[in-house]
């Protein structure tokens, strides 16, 4: 989103937080704001499993204390349930404690956290709940949804970008730090607000690759590339790493102090063959940079020409515009598909790719398209979760268009395959045409649903879809699927 002076100052000082207010009880509980700052990161567990990390901050002040020895002690009881569609995966409670000597933390300290999920592969919601314990009318709420994704022993992954506030030794460090901020060997505390503070500022980050030994065994390149709000390189740091061992623990803490208040991503970017844009990974995050002697400056308007020749499409080559124009098919209308199947040129494909996403965007000058990110976000779920044998195009099954098409569902159901019937699952729709739903059958046993029946307007109906296309041993609805799909 292009950010206007006001926007920019609007962002300058914003946070994430949980609020909610506390209601005065007597004269010992004071009405405020629970303001606690949540994030988290996905790290590969091995042997098929996933670590998701949970990183909470919150200051002292949000705390109600009460008289304990010839101290006073606040507490805050957090509870996490981790689920999917069909189950809880997950749910883990535990209490943070702090002592002051003074009943109202006047102190002004942050007290942070990291907790520490196993997952299976899979998307998830994490429903966190906070409570002070020393007034339970002091209830806060919120969400945080999981990928998490498998990490493949045969090429090389990265895990998610860990904001930290502090990075040190744990064997050199003279602090006794709480362990839950300790791994590989390290203290590092989280940063969940995302916000880095101060007239000097560093980006101060974690993240850990993987099979770069296997794989690469000459080394790799890592590139730290800040982009600003509407997406401008503003630094680029390429750095050389050995490939010591398959599961790597990469730090590195960037100054800040050149770049104006503002919002900003850090994209950290693996390459691991010359010339292969291909065999590169990456993975993003946003923050946010807070420095007082450097205020928010005003970022220019481009026009649609210099839009375009700043945006990725005019650097598309011919088979990456077409296979961008076979993913927007999807989505177009029959005006546009009938249009660009009318195009010749290279440079006209990449305007048309350009317009096509730019009129779809909130933000029309801006060279950031968010509708563009979310749908390769939703591509890239796809080839995770809908691929099946060699095919690693998941966009292109029947669950990856109606994915790209109408989005993740209301509500997602699978039932297992037995000795009489196939895998299936059920998507609900609750916003579209008052609500439908769509029916995909595994017919094969390789993960490649087809779509069978849906109560959607203009798609495949099947009320009869149950009986002829799951059970395995029904031999004339065998044939019938057979003659239906033929046709």
Sequence with gaps: MLLKQKEALFLFF??????????????TVYSKNLQIEVDGAVFNGFNNSTIWELYYSFPDSILTYVPKDSNYIGELHFNVIIKNNLKTIDSTSWIVEDFSKYPFGKEKHFLFGTKRFFLPNGQFTALIEVKDLNNTKSVAKTKFNILAREFPNKKVNMSDIQLSNHIESLDTSKVNWNKSITKNGLVVLPNPSLEIVGIEPFLNLYYEIYNTKTVSPEGFQVNYIIYNSVKDEVLNLPMKYESINDALVKTISIPLNVFPSGVYFIKVQAKYTENRIKDSIFTLKKFFIINPDLPPQQIANYGEGELFARSEFSTFSKE??????????????????????????????????????????????????????????KIKFCNTYFSYGKNREGWKTDRG?????????TQRDYVAPNADSRAYETWFYQEIQGGVYFYFVDMAGFNNFSLVHSTAIGENYNDNWYDEYVPTLNMDANQKRIDRLKN
């Design 320 to 377: 990456q515009i077409n296979d961008e124009l076979l993913k927007i098919k999807y989505i177009a209308s029959s005006y546009e598909r009938e249009l660009f199947d009318k195009l010749e040129t290279k440079e006209a494909k990449q305007r048309f790719l350009f317009s096509f996403w730019r009129k779809r965007a909130k933000d029309t000058t801006s060279t950031y398209n968010d509708v563009y990110e979310e749908f390769k976000d």
């Design 401 to 409: 268009r109606i994915l790209l098409k109408y989005g993740h569902p």
């Design 14 to 27: 914003m946070k994430k937080y949980i609020v909610i207010i506390i209601l005065i009880l007597s004269g």
